[in-house]
């Protein structure tokens, strides 16, 4: 019971740490995640985050089965790939709008106050499979080496881990965005282009 334990244990932490790497760069989803805190504030951002994190798990998971072995075939990849290629022109395009209308913009997925930030967050994530490849490489990989025990349990615990390692890189976007509002309230054109050309 003692060695099931610590397995667990460190496939919790593993998932933590793949997570947090993956998500703690600069990328079009921390900034928007920054943009999202800096004109909606932290809590419509950290509701907007648990339906990105909620929605990565289902992937996360869906990765870990029998949907692999459809997402590894090169057509439905090359067809994700376009897809994101899509959403992120269609997102500079927006934030270079933004940047240079006379009224302050909003990013397309800015909720208003009395949107549902989670139900955008969703939305959202669906909407940049991004991750896909990403979380398929990393598991294959985890589990050709042997850190990842190809068990029901592991799998839910290492998934759990994924979406808190998710939680903490992103966080450190909502509470940046929050600190940072006051200081680049009069940079934000120049915030909105540095979205556009990320």
């Not at 907007?48 to 870990?64: C, D, K, Q, Y």
């Not at 549902?116 to 050709?144: C, D, E, K, Q, T």
């Amino acid at each position: 019971t003692e060695m099931t334990n610590q397995s667990h244990i460190r496939s919790l932490s593993t998932g933590w740490l793949v997570s947090f790497a993956g998500s703690v760069g600069p990328s079009a989803i921390n900034l928007t995640v920054l943009q999202v805190s800096l004109e909606t504030g932290a809590q419509q951002a950290a509701w907007f985050v648990l339906g990105m994190i909620l929605t990565e798990w289902l992937f996360i998971r869906a990765s870990l089965g029998e949907i692999r072995k459809l997402l590894e075939r090169p057509t439905i990849r090359r067809a994700l790939e376009r897809l994101v290629l899509v959403l992120f022109f269609i997102l500079a395009l927006l934030s270079f709008r933004a940047a240079f209308e006379n009224a302050p913009g909003r990013s397309a997925f800015s909720p208003d106050p009395e949107s549902n930030s989670l139900l955008l967050g969703v939305i959202f994530r669906l909407l940049n499979p991004s991750m896909i490849p990403y979380w398929l490489g990393a598991n294959a990989g985890l589990m050709a080496r042997g850190l990842l025990p190809p068990t029901k349990s592991h799998f839910n615990v290492y998934s759990v881990g994924c979406s808190l390692g998710t939680r903490t890189a992103l966080g450190l976007y909502i509470g940046g965005g929050a600190q940072l509002t006051e200081a680049l309230s009069d940079y934000r054109q120049a915030l909105q282009v540095l979205i556009g050309c990320f």
